[in-house]
Each structure stands twice: as C-alpha cells, then as structure tokens.
C-alpha cells in the first residue's frame, strides 16, 4: 500500500464551484500535513499547512481526520486561477522523511 | 522567508556531459535536502535524500554513480548528473524542511533538464 494515496482527478469544474479533494495516508503515527499546488511547469508551492483543528485560510480549507487517517482540502467558489494540481504530503512521525500524493489535477472551466 | 534558491533554472547539454545543479537554503539551515525528478505529466519522483555531512540515501532504482549528491554544508546541496543521456532529460527540484510547521517544505525552482 503506499503511504499516500490521491485521486489523481482531473476534476473540471466550472467557475464558482465547491471542490473537495482527499488524501489517504498509511501511516497513523504520522504528524505532520501539508497541501501543496504545483502549476505547469513550476515548482511545488505551499498552500496550506493542516492543522488537527483544522485551518481555513480565504476560500481554501483544509481538514484533519485521524480516525480515517485522511486530510482533506476544500476549495469554495472556485476562480479560473486555481486551476492547478494539489498535493498532499504527510510526514514521517520521524520527521525526516514525508511523502508526496500523486497530486490532483484541477481545472476551473469558464 | 524559507527560502531556497535551485540553480541553474534550465540547462541544454550534450549527451555525455555532466551537469551540476545546486540548491542553496538561504535563510536557514537545511540539515536534509531532498532531490525530486519530475517526467512531464507525472507527479513528482524522490531520487534522493541529502542529509549535511554524510552520504546521501537513494531510492530504489536511482543509480548513485550516475546521480551524485554532495551536502557539504548546512545550506548547500549539489546533485551532479554524470555522462548525461537523453532520457535523464526531466524537471529536477530540491526540496528542504524549514523547520517551521507554518512554512512546510519549501521547493527549489526547479532545473530544466534537456540532454540532446
């Protein structure tokens, strides 16, 4: 099984939708969770760090679940701009080490 | 801030060649570094992780002759591919651990790979 698991999509969704992608992890010990956007051609970029409260920043926000051992990113009112692919990546507990979902590819279609 | 500088962002070489791209973190230390490769249309691919001072750990199917890696110093991290061919032709990125949860990992630009 791997250690993160994404639905690769592509989601195509018109503009003003809500779209919600989750990522699997293996692991139950890891700690730490991120959601990241990586456009074509460019490097990863941060979107959101995933707090196990749970954190909204704008029109993103990203959920924790330990229990299903899931994060999930939610997008509302979705603008041309944010068509992109995300990934998730979950650490190791050990820290040093953390592994990326095959990413989710989005397109917001006019 | 975090941030890391890749260099160069794209390079054109001929086959047999070898090329160095660095990753310089630089305003923190970056203990680890991590190597990525990326084929068009596919997702990102861990060859390599470069801890400061020792030897770098490969993953399965990652030559280390062909794909050197040298962290010499907390903010430096160099991988070398030697006597390049057309298939090494790819987007490789650096990655490091800011050692802050609220910055995450934080990615290199990016270095174009084309071998002809």
């Known amino acids: 099984r791997k250690e993160v698991e994404q639905d690769p999509g592509p989601f195509n969704v018109p503009e003003g939708a809500t779209v919600a992608f989750n990522c699997t992890y293996s692991n139950s010990a890891s700690q730490s969770f991120f959601w990241y956007r990586q456009d074509c051609r460019k490097e990863p970029k941060l979107l959101m760090s995933v707090y196990s409260s749970g954190n909204e920043d704008g029109r993103f926000t990203a959920q924790l679940n330990r229990a299903s051992q899931y994060i999930s990113l939610l997008i509302r009112d979705s603008k041309l701009s944010d068509s992109a692919t995300y990934l998730c990546?979950?650490?190791?507990?050990?820290?040093?080490?953390?592994?990326f979902g095959t990413g989710t590819s989005l397109t917001v279609i006019p | 801030g975090a941030v890391v500088s890749q260099h160069p962002s794209w390079v054109i070489c001929k086959s047999g060649t070898s090329v160095k791209i660095e990753c310089r973190s630089l305003d923190f230390q970056a203990t680890t570094m991590f190597w990525y490769r990326q084929f068009p249309k596919q997702s990102l691919m861990l060859m390599a992780t470069?801890?400061?001072?020792?030897?770098?750990?490969?993953e399965q199917g990652v030559e280390k002759d062909k794909f050197l890696i040298n962290h010499a110093s907390l903010t430096l991290s160099t991988l070398t591919v030697t006597s390049a061919h057309p298939e090494d032709s790819s987007f490789y990125i650096c990655?490091?651990?800011?050692?802050?949860?609220?910055?995450?990992?934080?990615f290199g630009s990016g270095t174009r790979l084309t071998v002809v």
């Open positions: 990546v979950v650490n190791t507990p050990t820290g040093n080490q953390f592994y």
């Open positions: 990655s490091a651990w800011t050692g802050l949860y609220y910055y995450g990992y934080t």
């Open positions: 470069s801890n400061e001072g020792s030897k770098a750990t490969y």
